[in-house]
Nanobody, 122 residues
Framework: VQLQASGGGLVQVGGSLRLSCVVS????????LGWFRQAPGKEREFVTS??????YYADSVKGRFAISKDNAKRTVYLQMNGLKPEDTAVYYC??????????????????WGQGTQVTVSS
């Protein structure tokens, strides 16, 4: 199983970025796919997830971030708008079969990408 994340970079406050994560080696449509982030000195935190038609977001990103996926391309996306300095972190894509109530903990996800750095400058 491989998850390859890309799309990070340096952006100014209020700007946008789109992260991509190409997934291989698992049955794409049957896994929950998600994004977590980790800022220096902090725990890895849940950002968003998607499986079939349901999507979930952390309160801190609701209304600004949007997750989507393309089954044909085996890719999950994270569109980030209205970026703030506190969004600065390494962003990781993940895949797992956790139930909804346990998805918020990184320990309930089985597969991880390598991470991509997002830096929001003021």
């Amino acid at each position: 199983v491989q998850l390859q994340a890309s799309g990070g970079g340096l952006v100014q406050v209020g700007g946008s970025l789109r992260l991509s994560c190409v997934v291989s080696g698992l049955t794409f449509s049957t896994y929950r796919l998600g994004w977590f982030r980790q800022a220096p000195g902090k725990e890895r935190e849940f950002v968003t997830s998607i499986r079939t038609g349901d999507k979930y977001y952390a309160d801190s990103v609701k209304g600004r971030f949007a997750i989507s996926k393309d089954n044909a391309k085996r890719t999950v996306y994270l569109q980030m708008n209205g970026l703030k300095p506190e969004d600065t972190a390494v962003y990781y894509c993940a895949a797992g079969r956790s139930i909804v109530s346990s998805q918020y903990s990184q320990y309930n996800w089985q597969y991880w990408g390598q991470g991509t750095q997002v830096t929001v400058s003021s």
